[in-house]
């Protein structure tokens, strides 16, 4: 076993002191009221790869004890999503609600051992009875009522005879502990609202840190892996299994949050984005949601590469974007066909070149894999040359095209800048005229001069014009933003660049939608899965080819 990681070690170790009489098992629980995001994703691969280490089963529960947010769209988006990441676990689908009468059943347990009592606090009230962290909380004055009127308003709490917040069940631990957690924390809550998958039969439903220990035992989870802020949580946790008197309970364990620079992973601030109309939606690519980033482009072999790279995280860890950028490169340069794709298009003339003439030039897909093999381009009198590759009067250093200026066009010919277009009301370019070199074709071996600058092109009358989607972040900053902050005073306005009728080769087309490319200098691209369409394609940029940790 390759044990690198700290939590595979720390489970070896007290597996060789006190194993478990049954096979390994962990778990992941998502609560359905929102998408998978890029921090899910670590949280996934920790649960996954422990199992798998110890060839175990891997469980996806969800944690659907809230009807007030919960919905069957995100439970399906969650399966789909995990799924498609990589770690699949096929018949291995639980839900937390369909545990709903054995928890019922530990809490009235609970009561009956004089652990747990019926408040009738209000939520402010129990909120200044909780005390501070440097000051004991105080007991409940309904702390001492008996076990059998605690049964009795427990049971008319389930059959709805009070109002949402009239009345909570909490545990009896002590108000005085230094973990807020042990504060006396309530189990049980009214909430009378539809489930999605129970309807109405529930109008009270546990907490979190109350199903949580239960369900985990039901399901034989050996370990419960979670997020470090689950830490506190932890003496609550195996109070629940200690006083249900659970065999050979779950034990949990805590691994480090993984956050990004530059994004925001929070689910009820991505909730505030989406909500607020800021961004096109969860799958947004400019979001780090999982259907963000497969809208994009990213690949689940990227992701789970950008994981692995990580490694261990014990603690909370923000992790610079760029890593993820780099993941993907690596993962597409070598997988991807290069082409031409000229995003902001200038009109070539070749006054030389014989109208009516078209040739077929042969380009590589792609120079580092060789078994992608080639292609052929069409090629014409006139073609397009991105609006950045001419300057009227370059400075210095300097290589494209220019008037008087030779270049190399990819895989075609030398063409030299002899007159300049422009609008006579504008003054604006339009057009260049140039003249080619018939000698000078790639591949002809002729060697008499040389050029330093080659340059992207494509063929006006064999182009399919589409849009391409360039993107920023999203944000200026990945700080949690304050209560009831204006959004709009850190959105980058610039995060979404469109680039209308850019113009690409034909190769695109022909090959179908589906498909990655490589476009010459501008970096990785793919369609927009939700944009694009037979009569109109829509690319988004994945990444660009700059590879700013390389160079760290």
Known sequence: ??????????????????????????????????????????????????????????????????PLKEDITYVNAIIEDIKWLGYDPKEHIYYGSDYSDAIYRSAVKLIEDGKAYVCDLSPSEMTDYR?????????????????????????????????????????????????MNMRD???????HAEHYRTGDEWCIYPMYDFAHPIQDAIEGITYSLCSIEFKDHRPLYDWVLHELETPSPPRQREFGRLSLTGVVTSKRFLRQLVEGGHVDGWDDPRLPTLRGLRRRGFTPESIRRFITEIGSIRAQSTVDISLLDHCLRQELKGTTVSVMGVLRPLKVVI????????????IENNSENPELGSREVPFSRTIYVEQDDFMESPPAGFHRLSPGMEVRLKGAYFIRCEHVIKDAMTGEIVELHVTYDPRTKSGSGFSERKVKGTIHWVSVE????????????????????EENEDWSERLNTESLTILRNAMVEPYIRDVGIEHKFQFFRHGYFCTDSKLSSAERLVFNRIVPLKDTWNKR
């Open 351 to 362: 006054t030389n070149y014989p109208e009516g003439q078209m040739e077929l030039l042969t």
């Open 131 to 179: 005390g501070t962290l440097t000051e004991p909380g105080r007991n409940s004055p309904y702390r001492d009522r008996t076990v059998e009127e605690c049964l009795l308003l427990f049971g008319e709490m389930k059959a709805g005879a009070y109002l949402a917040a009239a009345k909570v069940l909490r545990a009896r631990i002590d108000m005085s502990s230094p973990n």
């Open 185 to 191: 924390p309530v189990l049980y809550r009214i909430i």
């Open 462 to 481: 064999h182009t399919v014009s589409v849009d391409v989607h360039l993107y920023d972040k999203l944000l200026y900053s990945d700080a949690p933003p």
């Open 1 to 66: 076993m390759n044990n690198d990681h700290f939590m595979l070690k720390l489970i070896e170790e007290e597996l060789a002191e006190d194993p478990f009489n049954r096979e390994m098992c962990t778990r992941f629980p998502p609560e359905p009221n929102g998408y998978l995001h890029i921090g899910s994703a670590y949280a996934i691969h920790t649960n996954y790869m422990v199992a798998a280490s110890f060839g175990g089963k891997f469980h996806l529960r969800f944690d659907d004890t809230n």
